[in-house]
């Protein structure tokens, strides 16, 4: 009903629609935590960053000199990687986190993907780290980082990573019901507002010219919420990268799946 509402608004209130979708993408949802996820955090070192007019919540849970970040994706939190952090606090791994802009336990605010990513840069020199591992849309974030600051990193896990932004708009018309007009619409507006060209927003682009010794992107073959092609050309275009295809974790549950987190680990350690 929402959908086809949304259809018909796009005809007779074009901008209503575009303001609407327009907050889809940049006032994320935040989902609740599970206890075991907040267990997790509770165990860390809590610290509150200030970073532009957020307040973000970052976390570290220490042990040896090899140290990690981990960049969660669009509406997601540090305590997604519960499972992971677990096993890589096991293995001497220092381990850092946090919620982004208006995500998690961060201060709310509308926020787009290039407060994310500069914060994450921030982050990558602040912590001095030169492992990385990110979920989803925190791979956009983390390669455009990359990009933009020439940073170096020695080795990079990305779980499942979309590749074009302008497939995340396409995603957002589609599933509410918004029309191709509106979604122009909405690209002119994004494109004005940020200063940006959406177009050249692309995860593929970006890893041809960042530096990162060894990567890994592991997808889900059967990904419902970040199609398997979009990692796979990402894959195609980087040349330290290495690809590898799971089955039967889903988008979210690639984060606590055992055989995941063991390729994790091997790929780290080696």
Same mark, same amino acid.
């Given at each position: 009903?929402?959908?086809?509402?949304?259809?018909?608004?796009?005809?007779?209130?074009?901008?209503?629609?575009?303001?609407?979708?327009?907050?889809?993408?940049?006032?994320?949802?935040?989902?609740?935590?599970?206890?075991?996820?907040?267990?997790?955090?509770?165990?860390?070192?809590?610290?509150?960053?200030?970073?532009?007019?957020?307040?973000?919540?970052?976390?570290?849970?220490?042990?040896? $000199?090899? *140290?990690?970040? =981990? /960049?969660?994706?669009? @509406?997601?939190?540090?305590?997604?990687?519960?499972?992971? +952090?677990?096993?890589?606090?096991?293995?001497?791994?220092?381990?850092?986190?946090?919620?982004?802009?208006?995500?998690?336990f961060s201060s709310r605010g509308k926020t787009s993907l290039f407060e994310f990513t500069e914060l994450v840069s921030v982050l990558i020199e602040k912590y001095k780290v030169s492992q990385l591992i990110s979920h989803s849309f925190g791979g956009v974030a983390t390669t455009c980082s990359l990009f933009n600051n020439n940073l170096s990193i020695e080795k990079y896990v990305l779980l499942t990573t979309p590749d074009k932004f302008s497939e995340r708009i396409?995603?957002?018309?589609?599933?509410?019901?918004?029309?191709? $007009?509106? *979604?122009?619409? =909405? /690209?002119?507006?994004? @494109?004005?507002?940020?200063?940006?060209?959406?177009?050249? +927003?692309?995860?593929?682009?970006?890893?041809?010219?960042?530096?990162?010794?060894?990567?890994?992107?592991?997808?889900?073959?059967?990904?419902?919420?970040?199609?398997?092609?979009?990692?796979?050309?990402?894959?195609?275009?980087?040349?330290?990268?290495?690809?590898?295809?799971?089955?039967?974790?889903?988008?979210?549950?690639?984060?606590?799946?055992?055989?995941?987190?063991?390729?994790?680990?091997?790929?780290?350690?080696?």
């Open positions: 009903m929402k959908k086809k509402l949304l259809t018909f608004l796009s005809k007779i209130a074009p901008n209503t629609v575009m303001n609407y979708a327009y907050r889809q993408l940049t006032n994320p949802q935040i989902r609740k935590l599970r206890e075991s996820e907040l267990e997790i955090l509770n165990n860390s070192k809590k610290e509150i960053f200030e970073f532009r007019d957020f307040k973000i919540q970052t976390y570290k849970w220490k042990g040896g $000199k090899d *140290k990690i970040l =981990l /960049i969660h994706g669009w @509406e997601g939190q540090a305590g997604n990687f519960s499972d992971i +952090i677990k096993e890589l606090t096991k293995n001497n791994f220092s381990v850092y986190a946090f919620d982004g802009p208006s995500h998690g396409d995603d957002v018309c589609e599933r509410n019901g918004i029309t191709k $007009k509106v *979604k122009h619409k =909405l /690209i002119n507006h994004i @494109e004005k507002e940020l200063n940006i060209t959406v177009s050249s +927003i692309n995860v593929s682009d970006f890893v041809k010219k960042i530096d990162v010794k060894q990567a890994v992107i592991i997808h889900d073959k059967y990904d419902k919420v970040v199609p398997i092609k979009q990692s796979k050309n990402v894959h195609a275009n980087w040349k330290t990268c290495k690809f590898i295809e799971v089955e039967k974790t889903g988008h979210f549950g690639i984060l606590k799946n055992d055989s995941v987190i063991n390729l994790v680990l091997e790929f780290l350690k080696k």
